[in-house]
């Protein structure tokens, strides 16, 4: 609607303008025409008039062409002659601003006629016409005309051209907003709707607009826009799907690798209590013991089957591939977990597992299992640094921003500076064939990303190497 006013706006500008500049050309060309008549007329007049004064004059000396003059002012009214004397006998003076007009008159011995201001600064027209008197005598007759006609002439032009030019621009107007609304108005709404759809995510629906110009030119291309941009986003939902589910397909064989790396640990873990279970089941069995001998030995068996039992459900829990939820994490727990799990492995490796988790630390908003993995993942390839053992230190701290970090601290054979920057690369690994496939600090990295958090990487060869995850603390309803 406001392009419509402003197309309607300029065009009645410049409406304006050209009758404006018609107006102002038509009315010179009138005033024109008109001067140019009333001047033919008056040299008609003053021809006749000159001949009949100079002819009484000659005739009936200066009595008889004074009376004629004065009759003639009675019979013509809207002029005034005067019979002007140039010897110096008696006539009507001649006023000082026609007296440079007389002298050209008498020089050139024909008619003058020009329009000049009277005394009282209002504009007449002025005709000399020279007499032919008796002997020496110098005359001439003054016409003077008032332009009051040709002003009112000039205004009925100007009332026309107004006029005219208001019924003109009211028709315009008329025809540009009946016209201008359905063939601008209207489709420019339609297109402004049609992009609001758009920027709101709809590219449903094509839109149609009648003719055949620009605006219709432009709601084809938008809706050939909404078909490209529908297809486009249709093939980003795919491969973003594809992504995903290739993704969590790696980090899920990632734990299967892993859970390959514990299965000795685990069945290890298993051996101990599935003895004694065998031991205290034969012992029942040979009925050699007192009722509360066997009562204690099926409160032992129940132990440790329950033991076995968690044990187990551990291990299928990390193995298991779950939808990922972020909830409130305690990584204290967390991380006390996952070393239990890792301890089996890491005491074979001759490597001793701590944790330093001083006080309660805040809560985490995370994906568990998928902490779970990450956590897992730097424990194991802290422990693969450490051919010849040593102590691998998990410490939980809160930062001065809030944040809570994680470091894992390994004594291991640490990572040459030029291969630093690549380690969290995809299959990058300097790990012997076998013992990695390059995908377990690139996982824990997208993990971690996932999660909102941060992973750091300092390392020195022979010395180890600290990786630090810092994730934001959960805001916890009290």
């Not at 007389?102 to 020279?130: K, L």
């Not at 590219?203 to 291309?221: F, I, N």
């Not at 809030?402 to 690994?429: N, S, W, Y």
Request: charged share 25%; with cysteine.
């Amino acid at each position: 609607m406001t392009l419509t006013i402003r197309l309607l706006s300029i065009l009645i500008l410049i409406m304006l303008v050209l009758l404006a500049v018609d107006s102002v050309l038509l009315v010179r060309r009138d005033e024109q025409l008109f001067d140019h008549d009333m001047q033919r007329d008056a040299t008609q007049l003053g021809r006749v008039l000159a001949d009949v004064v100079s002819d009484a004059w000659r005739s009936r000396g200066d009595a008889a062409a004074q009376q004629l003059v004065a009759r003639l002012n009675e019979e013509h009214e809207t002029v005034d002659v005067s019979w002007v004397r140039l010897d110096g006998r008696t006539a009507d003076a001649a006023p000082a601003a026609l007296i440079p007009l007389i002298a050209r008159a008498r020089m050139r011995d024909r008619i003058v006629s020009t329009r000049e201001r009277d005394g009282t600064g209002r504009e007449q027209r002025f005709t000399i016409v020279p007499l032919d008197g008796p002997g020496d005598s110098d005359a001439v007759l003054v016409i003077t005309e008032p332009l009051a006609e040709l002003a009112a002439q000039s205004r009925r032009t100007i009332v026309r051209s107004l006029t005219l030019g208001g019924l003109t621009i009211l028709a315009g107007v008329i025809l540009l907003l009946t016209f201008g609304m359905r063939m601008v108005g209207l489709p420019l709404r339609e297109l402004v709707a049609k992009t609001e759809r758009i920027g709101a995510g709809d590219l449903g629906g094509d839109l149609v607009l009648e003719g055949r110009d620009e605006l219709t030119d432009l709601a084809h291309a938008m809706n050939r826009m909404c078909e490209n941009l529908a297809a486009a986003r249709e093939d980003a939902r795919q491969k973003s799907e594809a992504r995903v589910a290739a993704l969590e397909q790696l980090r899920h064989s990632e734990r299967l690798a892993m859970l390959g790396s514990l299965s000795s640990g685990l069945a290890h873990e298993l051996g101990t209590p599935l003895n004694v279970v065998a031991g205290r089941a034969k012992m029942i069995s040979g009925g050699q013991l007192a009722p509360d001998a066997i009562t204690e030995s099926a409160l032992i068996i129940r132990s440790q089957a329950d033991r076995m039992t968690a044990l187990v459900r551990q291990f299928l829990d990390y193995a298991r591939r779950g939808s990922t939820t972020p909830a409130p994490v305690d990584l204290g727990d967390l991380a006390a977990r996952c070393l239990e799990m890792l301890r089996m492995a890491a005491r074979k490796a001759g490597v001793e597992l701590r944790l330093d988790a001083p006080g309660p630390l805040p809560l985490v908003m995370v994906d568990r299992v998928q902490m779970e993995q990450v956590l897992m993942n730097l424990v194991m390839n802290g422990i693969q640094a450490m051919p010849r053992g040593g102590t691998l230190e998990v410490r939980l701290a809160v930062e001065p921003d809030g944040r809570l970090a994680m470091h894992v601290v390994d004594e291991g054979v640490g990572i040459p500076p030029e291969h630093l920057a690549q380690v969290c690369e995809p299959f990058f690994t300097t790990k012997q064939t076998g013992q990695g496939t390059g995908l377990g600090l690139s996982i824990v990295k997208g993990i971690v990303d996932d999660n909102g958090g941060s992973l750091e990487l300092a390392s020195e060869v022979g010395r180890g190497t600290v990786v630090t995850v810092r994730l934001a603390a959960a805001e916890v309803a009290s």
